[in-house]
């Protein structure tokens, strides 16, 4: 890892483990998504300024994020692969979404720059399958003309751990290429056909980095923080778009909350000229009667704050905050959904 790589997790590492260093028992514990790690360190450092309340959250991972709360070692677990009605039924839990970005290629190119090259989704399933296996493969080409292509390989880098980045990632690769839909599928964890392994968005970000002729996916936030090159993708409506606020925006405006049953809703490849084809959510879970009824009542008091004081520190990290009409929503569910004794645990509004 580069040394600035190294400063910058321990920053955000100290930001979300503040509270440790203090013997207040309010200090809220989570764990899971790296996707929403870094809003949730700069949440979590305004939070403790604010309030003097600690996060003690690991970026672990969506699926240990899961697994953890399943079992009760943590007060919450995040999420990027929402858990269908069935499942949070069966876990006796409650999730919603607290926070909606993009996920992006990133590439590792001699001279390239941000922007200067242009992906489609069957390209890009072929690349992460190894069919396309050198940077002025045809196909890149036919993609980009006049751009000076590299005879270098192409090293794919993706995720190790079980994460709910992977899951929108091939949930997307799984709509635009039938190939990979039958040879791969779509799920937390798969069987890569080729590449290295990285966990989490941060290890993916760090090998990418270190790696010439690299190609991995991340979440915005990665990218911007650790200066490496994204690319374009061309779109559901066959539009060439670049990741930035107003294509993730264009994707999530068609997410039907009121509509999803357990706020399940999956938002790659929408349609939109503007519309970036890999923007996700990340899900907030946690039990519908919690043991811990205080610590419980102490996170949702975090989320409540977030909701309503966090829009600018998400937009400058370019994530997409929740709609107001989306958090009333949320607010009703967490309101009915999580209780202690026959009472809410913490009243939202």
């Known amino acids: 890892?580069?040394?600035?790589?190294?400063?910058?997790?321990?920053?955000?590492?100290?930001a979300l483990s503040a509270g440790t260093l203090s013997a207040q028992a309010?200090?809220?514990?989570?764990?899971?998504?790296t996707f929403i790690?870094?809003?949730?360190?700069?949440?979590?450092?305004?939070?403790?300024?604010?309030?003097g309340t600690g996060i003690n959250y690991q970026s672990i991972g969506s699926g240990g994020g899961i697994k953890q709360i399943k079992a009760g070692t943590v007060t919450f677990g995040a999420t990027d692969a929402p858990l269908k009605e069935a499942d949070?039924?069966?876990?006796?839990?409650?999730?919603?979404p607290m926070i909606m970005g993009g996920i992006v290629p990133v590439v590792n190119l001699d001279g390239m720059k941000a922007g200067e090259l242009t992906l489609d989704g069957p390209t890009l399933a072929a690349m992460f399958m190894g069919t396309v296996k050198t940077w002025n493969d045809p196909a890149i080409a036919k993609l980009n003309p006049g751009v000076k292509l590299p005879e270098t390989a192409i090293v794919v880098v993706h995720r190790s751990d079980g994460s709910g980045t992977t899951f929108n990632f091939t949930n997307?690769?799984?709509?635009?290429s039938p190939d990979w839909k039958s040879k791969v599928g779509e799920n937390t964890a798969v069987e890569w056909p080729v590449g290295l392994g990285a966990k989490g968005n941060e290890g993916v970000a760090n090998n990418v980095a270190n790696t010439k002729g690299a190609v991995g996916y991340v979440e915005y936030a990665y990218?911007?923080?650790?200066?490496?090159?994204?690319?374009?993708?061309m779109n559901h409506d066959g539009k060439a778009v670049a990741p930035a606020m107003d294509t993730f925006s264009s994707a999530a405006?068609?997410?039907?909350?009121?509509?999803?049953?357990?706020?399940?809703?999956?938002?790659?490849?929408?349609?939109?000229?503007?519309?970036?084809?890999?923007t996700a959510s990340t899900f907030v879970v946690m039990h519908k009667e919690p043991k811990d009824s205080a610590a419980s009542a102490e996170a949702l008091k975090f989320f409540n704050w977030a909701f309503k004081n966090g829009t600018k520190e998400a937009e400058a990290l370019d994530y997409i905050p929740m709609p107001a009409k989306v958090v009333t929503l949320i607010d009703k569910e967490i309101n009915t959904g999580i209780m202690?004794?026959?009472?809410?645990v913490y009243d939202m509004k």
């Open 340 to 344: 202690a004794g026959g009472k809410p």
């Open 88 to 96: 949070l039924k069966d876990g006796g839990l409650v999730q919603w």
């Open 37 to 51: 790690y870094p809003v949730f360190a700069k949440w979590a450092d305004t939070y403790k300024k604010d309030t």
């Open 172 to 176: 997307y690769l799984s709509k635009v």
């Open 223 to 233: 990218a911007k923080q650790n200066n490496l090159v994204s690319t374009k993708m």
């Open 253 to 278: 405006a068609n997410a039907d909350w009121e509509h999803a049953p357990g706020f399940y809703q999956i938002l790659t490849d929408q349609p939109g000229a503007q519309s970036w084809p890999i």
């Open 26 to 33: 309010a200090d809220i514990s989570g764990a899971g998504s």
């Open 1 to 14: 890892m580069t040394m600035k790589l190294i400063v910058r997790a321990a920053l955000l590492a100290t």
